[in-house]
């Protein structure tokens, strides 16, 4: 018999701390056997003592590494008998500031992390998933994506284009049975925010700080409680910057201008 027996099981990249680490932690109380993925072993280390050897396998993975994610879920699959019942795509990098002052190489790095990584993912995934009844692709995309924001716009990009994929395939993959889904979270206390962020951010209106558990318990509803669901947004008003931005992109992008947003980031990891 597998490792994970008759378990559910979910594959979780950027576990070791953050949204991950919530949604590993989560499932693993709910009964999942957890696959924790992530460059992070220390942290990895320890969620393991947290939630269980017997409830999880972890290993270092970066993303972006496609053979090395294929040896990842060469192992998770040994671990579960072939089934991945959630691939949680989360892990992700954030770098703010004006696009003229960023290097070139650290926008690359954002596009390699937070599309390529989840391409990987979904690819290396794909036949898990579809060898398993009612599987869930469901990935982190951002408030972000809702709008372009200043001071994050190839952050931002990556979000969107993390958006579309998922509109895209859960047309697609109905054809062979797994679901598809993700998240949209706003203002997350993780360590992508710049140092001070979460000590001087709103507890109110749609950006007001939100700890990750918030997340996971959207990835384990999307799964159980809502299978039609396509979009989760975290906190539910971000759902009305998203209509705003269909509706009236000019009027969103000067209300937005008239903020002087900058610097802002979020989310992920």
């Known amino acids: 018999m597998s490792r994970a027996g008759s378990r559910k099981s979910i594959f979780i990249t950027g576990a070791a ?38 409830n999880c396998i972890t290993g270092k993975l970066d993303v972006v590494d496609r053979p090395g994610f294929e040896k990842s879920l060469a192992a998770f699959s040994e671990a579960t008998g072939g089934k991945m019942d959630l691939l949680f795509n989360n892990a992700g990098i954030g770098k703010g500031g004006p696009f003229a002052e960023q290097p070139f190489e650290e926008m690359l790095q954002l596009v390699n992390v937070n ?62 049975g797994v679901r598809v889904a993700d998240t949209l979270p706003g203002l997350i206390d993780t360590n992508i925010l710049p140092e001070g962020t979460a000590e001087n951010a709103s507890t109110e209106g749609m950006f007001r700080i939100t700890q990750p558990i918030e997340i996971a318990k959207a990835v384990w509803a999307s799964y159980h409680d809502d299978p039609n669901r396509l979009h989760w947004f975290v906190p539910e008003e971000i759902a009305e910057l998203d209509k705003a931005s269909a509706l009236d992109p000019e009027g969103t992008r000067d209300g937005i201008a008239a903020q002087g947003v900058l610097n802002q980031k979020e989310d992920d990891a």
């Open 17 to 54: 701390s953050g949204i991950g680490r919530a949604t590993a932690k989560l499932f693993a109380e709910g009964g999942w056997f957890v696959g924790a993925y992530d460059v992070d072993v220390t942290g990895l280390s320890a969620l393991t003592q947290e939630i269980g050897s017997e």
């Open 115 to 176: 599309l390529i990584g989840v391409l990987n993912g979904i690819y290396a995934s794909l036949d898990m998933l579809k060898a398993t009844e009612n599987s869930l692709c469901f990935s982190t995309s951002s408030s972000s994506a809702t709008y372009g924001i200043p001071g994050i716009a190839v952050y931002s990009a990556t979000k969107h284009a993390v958006k579309g994929l998922t509109e895209a395939l859960s047309i697609e993959f109905r054809d062979i």
